[in-house]
């Protein structure tokens, strides 16, 4: 399996901001997968693209697509302190096993 | 929804124990995965399962080893404990399919003084 690479580490916003993490891979994939992890707690799965979709919404977030540069964005429209926790893409070029990155740290301040 | 339940959030062992770590899942998923979390190092894959007694090698499998003699439930053993397996351990499901996404549990934070 490949490693995404989040961009950027970190960043820090004010409640009601929309936030924008991107991701980077390699070789092609399958889907991409996106998951947030909130302090001491486990990764909970966002959001899963496919390779022949382009953009993929679930209520606040906007998952985009472009297999052409092979990188991904996730966007996180009217954030709230809720939304603070690490981000991390997972590209899956068609096995059962995931390789995650660092992630990206969010931190929304009210 | 999945539930994956970890035996323990916080755990204190001794160098040289023998030390188990127990994730049950409810989903009949035919996949499951240890991990360890370090900061600066992301999570790093240990051994996962994709069958009831099937076991594979992750990234980092040295010092561990581990055991699924139901599909329900996946132990991860730290055969003899030393203070650089001090981690978060976070145990994950999925599917059988390759596509399909992973489901956590809460983790267990392992110290080994």
């Known amino acids: 399996s490949q490693q995404g690479e989040e961009d950027p580490q970190a960043l820090s916003i004010q409640e009601g901001e929309n936030a924008t993490m991107n991701c980077s891979y390699k070789?092609?994939?399958?889907?991409l997968q996106w998951y947030r992890q909130n302090s001491g707690r486990g990764l909970v799965h966002l959001i899963l693209?496919?390779?022949?979709?382009r953009e993929k919404h679930s209520g606040r977030l906007r998952v985009t697509l472009d297999t052409s540069k092979k990188s991904s964005s996730l966007l996180i429209t009217a954030s709230r302190a809720a939304d603070t926790a690490s981000y991390f893409c997972a590209p899956n070029s068609g096995y059962s096993t995931l390789t995650f990155g660092k992630g990206t740290m969010l931190l929304v301040s009210p | 929804d999945v539930k994956v339940t970890q035996s323990s959030r916080y755990l204190v062992k001794r160098t040289g124990e023998k030390v188990f770590l127990e994730c049950v899942q409810d989903?009949?998923?035919?996949?499951m995965f240890w991990y360890r979390q370090d900061p600066g190092l992301g999570l790093r894959l240990i051994y996962f399962?994709?069958?009831?007694?099937?076991?594979e090698k992750g990234d980092i499998p040295e010092g561990y080893s581990v055991s699924r003699e139901k599909k329900e439930r996946f132990s991860l053993i730290l055969e003899s404990a030393s203070t650089n397996q001090t981690s978060m351990y976070l145990c994950?499901?999925?599917?059988?399919?390759?596509?399909?996404?992973?489901?956590f549990g809460d983790g267990t934070r392992l110290s080994i003084l």
């Open positions: 693209i496919r390779s022949n979709e």
């Open positions: 994950a499901t999925s599917k059988g399919h390759s596509n399909q996404p992973q489901h």
């Open positions: 989903m009949d998923h035919e996949n």
């Open positions: 070789t092609s994939i399958n889907n």
């Open positions: 399962s994709y069958d009831v007694k099937m076991k």
